[in-house]
Nanobody
Framework: QVQLVESGGGLVQAGGSLRLACAASGRSFSDTNMAWYRQAPGKAREFVAISGYLGTTLYLNAVKGRFTVFGDNNTNTLYLQMNNLKPEDTAIYYC?????WGQGTQVTVSS
């Protein structure tokens, strides 16, 4: 059973930075794509970034140049470095691995 635990969210002013982490357990993830999604109040969940097991990455246009996704295979942890945060980045952030989801971590950006 895959288990995912996100952490690192919080309240930050616009222009600030946060690093989210998603600790994965339950199997090997060396051959697995791992992704971040987010859901803002009243909106549908949307894709943010993916770290492919072949080393590729893909980002939502709105976060390109500000967010960086990367993983640590030794600890089975997926990270999302978020810089120059904007109020519109406010959401609950979730990681997705093999269609399993964590509980999410709240990110709030004040203007």
């Amino acid at each position: 059973q895959v288990q995912l635990v996100e952490s690192g969210g919080g309240l930050v002013q616009a222009g600030g930075s946060l690093r989210l982490a998603c600790a994965a357990s339950g199997r090997s993830f060396s051959d697995t794509n791992m992704a971040w999604y987010r859901q803002a109040p009243g909106k549908a969940r949307e894709f943010v970034a993916i770290s492919g097991y072949l080393g590729t990455t893909l980002y939502l246009n709105a976060v390109k140049g500000r967010f960086t996704v990367f993983g640590d295979n030794n600890t089975n942890t997926l990270y999302l470095q978020m810089n120059n945060l904007k109020p519109e980045d406010t959401a609950i952030y979730y990681c997705d691995v093999l269609e399993f989801w964590g509980q999410g971590t709240q990110v709030t950006v004040s203007s």
